[in-house]
């Protein structure tokens, strides 16, 4: 790619709001998924419910995302681009809020839900519940695995939510106004 070519890309973007935006959202989701994955997989910090269930803003931001973006760069109407962008905004609001409910479940502040108390075993087997007991593994939403600066994953799940929800509402004031 050409230094000219380059320019008129980076051009066309910045005045594309709708395009940039969407783009950016779709790219933060994927990170903070990667980055989510790494933290299950590679660190063997397990999820809880909450931290699963705070994903799916995610698995839903990363191809709509994609799929706004895309539509920008080809030139869909106006209204289209605007409802991707209010659903990634509002997505991304309702995320930060659960994760918000995850932070306050954390500090003691509210209890969280039953199911972050494991599973529950069938008891119908007497026999074997000692070797069902030893095999169960509790993730509780209500104990955190990890933190830094002083900040669980649910309170960054809280940051990045937010600041997808202004990207959102940049790309959606940008784009109404063009």
């Known amino acids: 790619m050409t230094l000219a070519a380059a320019h008129q890309s980076h051009a066309a973007a910045t005045g594309n709001p709708a395009l940039t935006s969407a783009a950016a959202i779709a790219v933060i989701a994927a990170a903070t998924l990667a980055g989510a994955w790494f933290f299950q997989l590679v660190l063997e910090i397990l ?14 931001a990363v191809p709509l995302g994609a799929v ?19 659903i990634l905004g ?24 039953t ?7 069938d008891f119908s087997k007497a026999g074997s519940l000692l070797e069902q007991l030893d ?15 002083g900040i ?9 939510s937010l600041l997808m929800a202004a990207i959102a509402t940049w790309g959606v004031a940008k784009t109404a106004r063009g």
């Not at 030139?75 to 289209?80: C, D, H, N």
């Not at 199911?115 to 075993?121: A, F, L, R, W």
């Open 135 to 149: 095999k169960v593994k509790v993730i509780r939403c209500d104990e955190v695995q990890w933190r830094f600066l």
């Open 47 to 60: 999820p809880c419910p909450l931290c699963l269930e705070q994903r799916y803003a995610y698995y839903l």
């Open 90 to 113: 509002l997505a991304a609001l309702a995320n930060a809020g659960l994760g918000a409910y995850h932070a306050g479940v954390e500090w003691g502040f509210w209890p969280g839900p």
């Open 68 to 86: 706004v973006a895309f539509a920008a760069a080809k030139g869909a109407p106006r209204p289209v681009l605007l409802a991707g962008l209010a």
């Open 152 to 160: 669980s994953l649910a309170g960054y799940n809280v940051l990045i």
């Open 115 to 121: 199911d972050c108390s494991g599973p529950v075993m």
